[in-house]
């Protein structure tokens, strides 16, 4: 179905069609707690036992993503206990989806019977008290997603179709920032929080947009997470985010950064942040 300019628009048949290809290859399995994994964290889905595996291009309507490091699966079954479904990767806005497209997942999974959501994500650093390869607790963010014709408005218009309505305040949960900090310390590190600041993308930030983004009050710079967040929070879920910190910015000095290592550190980061999710997933 589409609406005005042509865009898709994301309607009750569209969630229903996708839950019942996943309900019949999952064998009616039914979560509580969904995981959107983002760059080099996929390998968490690999943790999830008795799953179901099953690829985005096999459900309809998912949007398949194109990025490295993000694998392109729906993942149901169990971590430490809990029933989760995972998404292996996720659809950017950059990609040529829009918002309404990039979260038909979210929404399934919802459908499916979430109750939390945790989703992750690899960043720039611009707080230059952070460092490369740190986990951060998201506590708010910036959204500075705008493209013609992509709005996240178009995911509010379909939640409202949907007979959903948006929650006013911070989007994250302030229970779950609470238990994740006490978690991370009985691990043995401590979690900052930060805001987190959301661009289109792809190209990473230039020295003059750190400095502005730094006096905006960011604390890190990505290309996702928002637009999934925002319909969370439509849908109800409580929602806990982390940030890996991939590059800490020095705007007066020239670097480059490319997508290799963002996974690098992603992948370091993981020592601290898989086993720090495995123990908050009972709490979720």
């Not at 048949?13 to 964290?41: H, T, Y």
């Not at 929650?167 to 930060?194: C, M, T, W």
Request: glycine share 10%.
């Amino acid at each position: 179905m589409e609406g005005e300019n042509g865009v898709k628009e994301v309607s009750e048949v569209s969630i229903e069609d996708a839950c019942q290809v996943i309900l019949r290859r999952s064998n009616s399995f039914r979560p509580r707690v969904g995981l959107i994994l983002g760059s080099g964290l996929g390998m968490l889905a690999d943790r999830i036992v008795d799953d179901c595996r099953i690829p985005y291009g096999e459900i309809p309507g998912f949007p398949e993503s194109r990025v490295p490091g993000h694998a392109g699966n729906l993942v149901l079954g169990c971590l430490k206990g809990m029933p989760v479904v995972a998404m292996q990767g996720r659809a950017h806005l950059y990609e040529g989806w829009n918002a309404m497209e990039a979260t038909l997942p979210l929404r399934c999974m919802h459908a499916l019977g979430i109750e939390s959501l945790i989703v992750s994500n690899a960043s720039g650093g611009i707080n230059p008290r952070f460092s490369s390869g740190q986990v951060v607790l998201i506590d708010n963010h910036i959204d500075w997603i705008n493209r013609t014709g992509i709005s996240l408005a178009e995911a509010s218009r379909g939640a409202a179709k949907l007979g959903l309505t948006h929650r006013v305040g911070n989007p994250y949960s302030p229970e779950f920032l609470k238990i994740a900090e006490d978690h991370a310390i009985q691990l043995g590190f401590a979690l900052s929080r930060g805001t987190y600041l959301a661009t289109l993308g792809p190209n990473y930030e230039t020295r003059a947009e750190y400095r502005m983004f730094a006096k905006l009050g960011a604390d890190m710079v990505g290309m996702s997470t928002v637009p999934e967040v925002l319909v969370a929070n439509q849908l109800g879920l409580r929602v806990l985010a982390f940030s890996i910190v991939t590059n800490v910015a020095t705007p007066d000095v020239q670097s480059v950064t490319d997508h290799q290592e963002v996974l690098d550190w992603s992948c370091k980061a993981q020592s601290q942040l898989v086993p720090l999710i495995e123990s908050l997933i009972k709490k979720m």
